[in-house]
């Protein structure tokens, strides 16, 4: 077995109302930051998988994410395994 | 003027207790997912910029960073100017 160390990148999709995002845009607006929009939340997850291989810790991490760290729903994620 | 795509990865500190990822990490061993641990949990922001350079968008995100977006004082945060 080996370790390897992955990370997630969990953005909500195209399309879905990021409220947060939306507020702090506005926040940052009101500290004269005008030059920044678009402004989009998600979440960043770093994690240590035990596997055989590169490609079974990523299949076990997708596992994870569709189960349970993200909302296939409405969120997208990308996995990178090092 | 010129629009960036800007990301920053925020993440806690070393040291700094991560309750949301220790919480994530249990509720995964408990669909016996027992091969993911170490569990951290930090934000992934996307945003767009209008700079002039490069280097000048780097330096906004930089200030909104440090003002609001991320907490310097248990977070990290890693930025991204494309």
Redesign the interface.
């Known amino acids: 077995m080996n370790k390897y160390n992955g990370s997630v990148?969990?953005?909500l999709r195209k399309g879905i109302l990021d409220v947060q995002?939306k507020t702090?845009e506005h926040?940052?607006n009101s500290?004269e930051?005008y030059?920044?929009?678009?402004?989009?939340?998600?979440?960043?997850?770093?994690?240590?998988?035990?596997?055989d291989t590169p490609e079974i810790a990523h299949s076990?991490?997708t596992?994870?994410c569709k189960?349970?760290?993200a909302n296939p729903i409405i969120e997208d994620f990308e996995i990178i395994i090092i």
Do not use: D, P
């Open positions: 990148k969990i953005t995002g702090v926040a940052l500290i930051l030059m920044i929009s678009n402004v989009r939340i998600g979440k960043y997850v770093e994690l240590t998988v035990e596997a076990i991490v596992e994870a189960k349970l760290i």
